[in-house]
């Protein structure tokens, strides 16, 4: 009698491995690539990805001082989009200075050294936030607690993106926000056959002469592909939960 052990897979780039194992997998490329993550972006994208995330928090619409409001970021390891948040509420409520409990964020990531990364910077530029390390499958909070819950360049690392679906939708208060900025499939002619040139060729070189490091680039470029279409993701936001459920591409 022959035993067949079966294991439940997920993509790691362009492999398939058990769905125990990926998680880390994942953490060993974002240790690798934790002190170099940032200027890797403006690298990899041209600066681009600044103005994806401009985008991004407009999208939030105008905040409102009224209202306490609760952000929780995850896979905001570095807390670039946590930082950007802060500015515009800042910014749009003039009297945060004095009413500092009207904005609370945290900033959630499984990876410790992406963590102390952002803690640094948030030192730095004197920003007050909580940081937690967590993974977005299990998140270490109460029902209903977040009025938002971001998460940029991040669900695509995660093994099971459903049940991290479900926990963004368990954490976030009736009528709270999921918004997620994350690449996947390029819908202009033409420019999807440069995309992919660039990517497999430009992304991982970079990665070598800059971070040292081709093989974590080369697994960014692969997770990016093998990513849900718009349409496809969005249905799954949908089995979590969500009701009203849109995307637009930014590029």
């Known amino acids: 009698r022959r035993l067949i052990r079966r294991f439940s ?3 790691f780039g362009n492999k398939e491995v058990p769905i125990a194992e990926k998680q880390n997998l994942v953490n060993q490329v974002f240790s690798s690539v934790a002190n170099n993550y940032d200027l890797m972006n403006d690298l990899m994208s041209m600066g681009v990805h600044r103005w994806w995330k401009d985008e991004f928090l407009t999208d939030m619409g105008t905040f409102d001082s009224s209202t306490p409001l609760a952000f929780l970021d995850v896979a905001g390891g570095t807390g670039d989009i946590a930082f ?4 515009k509420y800042r910014k749009e409520v003039p009297s945060y200075s004095t009413l500092r409990n009207s904005l609370k964020i945290t900033v959630s990531d499984i990876n410790s050294e992406m963590l102390e990364v952002g803690k640094q910077r ?3 530029k004197g920003y007050e936030m909580d940081w937690v390390e967590a993974n977005a499958e299990e998140l270490p ?10 998460i940029a360049f991040g669900i695509r690392n995660v093994p099971d993106r459903l049940k991290a679906l479900k926990e963004a939708y368990r954490v976030l208060k009736k009528g ?4 997620c ?3 996947s499939k390029v819908e202009y002619p033409g420019l999807d056959n440069a995309y992919s040139l660039y990517s497999h060729y430009y992304i991982p070189t970079l990665g070598q002469l800059v971070a040292g490091d081709k093989d974590s680039y080369q697994y960014l470029v ?3 592909e093998k990513f849900p279409s718009q349409d496809e993701f969005a ?3 949908h089995k979590a939960g969500f009701e009203y459920v849109n995307h637009r591409n930014l590029t």
């Open 141 to 150: 909070f109460e029902d209903a607690t977040f009025d938002y819950y971001t």
């Open 235 to 237: 249905d799954l936001i």
């Open 122 to 124: 948030a030192l730095e």
């Open 222 to 224: 692969e997770s990016i």
């Open 181 to 183: 900025l994350e690449f």
């Open 84 to 87: 950007r948040v802060l500015e």
């Open 176 to 179: 709270g926000r999921f918004m």
């Open 9 to 11: 897979t997920t993509d």
